[in-house]
């Protein structure tokens, strides 16, 4: 081993890294690719090789960051930038497939991406610069899981209104006498037809109603297509 990876071990150990690695099994694909998110470039990880260590693998990929450093991580700073490079993924400058890049900037102007896992093994890196790239991977985490939350529950109302445009569409159908009187400025009494054609159409228009109380988008789209369906059952008027 050449000196720069005996003092890549020295970084490692002073980390506890090794020790980490040691108690974690390594991921299989399979597990690698449903962890990626939760893990983050972890799981992507593997020896340069078949059958190297895991320890090996991330000294060849530590070493071969220092390369692309020009030798030394002096001057490169770590910009606390993480971006999510989706599926497609991308690449650490030491050439490993990565998904979460880090972005790094030197003080000459050069700029770097890395991975977070062999920047961990990097002689020179201290914990505090590794403790904020995992921090920064986990709010990126967070904000990406509450992004996709938000476009769920968007999608249900979309679908929450259709439902409701379908049936009121279908109440205009079934009852339009209803429908008009309910619309219509009516001045003085109703007759007994045109009364209980009103009070048909606004039943039907209270359950619609009620249904968009109910509590989540799936309840009242369940309640909707209840509705829809007793609809089809009875006499229009
Ligand atoms: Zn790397």
């Known amino acids: 081993m050449c000196s720069r990876g005996r003092q890549a071990v020295t970084e490692f150990r002073q980390l506890d890294l090794l020790e980490d690695l040691k108690r974690t099994p390594p991921v299989k694909k399979a597990e690698a690719t449903r962890n990626v998110l939760d893990l983050g470039n972890e799981a992507l990880f593997a020896p340069p090789c078949a059958g190297g260590s895991r320890l090996e693998g991330r000294l060849h990929y530590a070493e071969k960051l220092l390369a692309a450093m020009g030798g030394s991580p002096a001057g490169w700073e770590y910009t606390g930038v993480v971006t999510d490079a989706g599926k497609a993924g991308s690449k650490c400058a030491c050439e490993h497939p990565i998904r979460f890049e880090y972005h790094w900037k030197h003080t000459d102007g050069r700029t770097l991406i890395t991975g977070s896992v062999c920047v961990e093994a990097l002689p020179g890196i201290g914990e505090g610069i590794v403790l904020r790239m995992r921090e920064d991977l986990e709010r990126l985490n967070c904000e990406r899981k509450e992004a996709a939350r938000k476009a769920k529950l968007a999608s249900e109302e979309k679908t929450v209104m259709e439902c409701r445009d379908r049936i009121l569409d279908r109440l205009k159908e079934r009852f339009p006498r209803g ?56 006499d229009g008027a």
């Open 179 to 234: 429908h008009r009187l309910h619309h219509e400025e009516v001045s003085g009494w109703l007759g007994a037809d045109d009364y209980g054609a009103r009070e048909t159409y606004r039943y039907w228009l209270g359950l619609v109603r009620a249904s968009l109380r109910l509590k989540t988008p799936r309840g009242q789209v369940a309640r909707l297509r209840g509705i829809a369906e007793s609809l089809e059952r009875v």
